[in-house]
């Protein structure tokens, strides 16, 4: 109970910058002893910084993490990927509607779905929709709008996203147990943070290298999310989290 809401307070402060006691108190329904206690415990962790009436967030405690382009990113533990994608669309079904994220692992399922009928893909990565273009028996929705060709990604306002999904399978640049989710890339975040809120079922693909990686974006807490999808056991910690949280892990 602590650990989660010790979880929660990071993440609130984190997406905020800032929040006065009396809102953190309310938000987490805690008294004022209560909070104290779990405030100097993240400033002790150098997470935050308490100052009169609240608590300020450290942006200096996360890691500035460049990602590398996307041919780059595309090489990188490709077998891996291959995998993770041959693995996650075993829970695509007939009839299904789907997002598929941008990004080089997501991109693995469409090549495993052409076995299936009455599939609706909507999708916002050049890539899926070029490898759904091989499929006649897939139909795909494309989110449109400015195109970013680090990412090979279309941006639209999210506002404007009204899709709902049975499944979304997510791409991450990292995971870790205190910052959930995270990426660098604040238009992709974005529109994964709106997925996310609009589908049934979560599936995050991502590879061992993303475990203990944070980057600036947060776009998801881990306990949101119903499944992982990856290729080898991660840490007791996160096993620890997932079971606590029924989240599924699937390699």
Known sequence: ????????????LSQRQYASTEDLMKKFNVSLQTLRRDLTELQDRNVITKI????????DNIPNTDT????????????SKINIGKLASQFVKNNDIIFIDSGTTAFHI??????????????HSLDVINEVSKFSNLDCIVIGGKYQQRTNSFYTDTTELNYY?????????GISLPRGL?????????????VIDNSSKIFVLADHSKFDV???????????INYIVTDQN?????LNYFKRNNIQILY
């Open 182 to 194: 995270t990426n660098a890339n604040f238009y992709e975040a974005a529109i994964k943070t709106k």
């Open 165 to 173: 999904y049975g499944k979304a399978f997510i791409s991450t640049v």
């Open 1 to 12: 109970m602590k650990f989660s809401r010790l979880y929660e307070i990071e993440i609130y």
């Open 110 to 123: 469409v090549p495993n779905l052409g076995h299936l009928e009455n599939v609706t893909i909507v999708t």
């Open 234 to 238: 991660p840490a007791d910690n996160y």
């Open 214 to 224: 944070i980057t600036f974006n947060n776009f998801s807490s881990l306990d949101k």
């Open 68 to 79: 590398p382009d996307m041919q780059t990113r595309s090489q990188l533990n490709l077998e």
């Open 52 to 59: 009169y009436g609240g608590a300020i967030y450290n942006k």
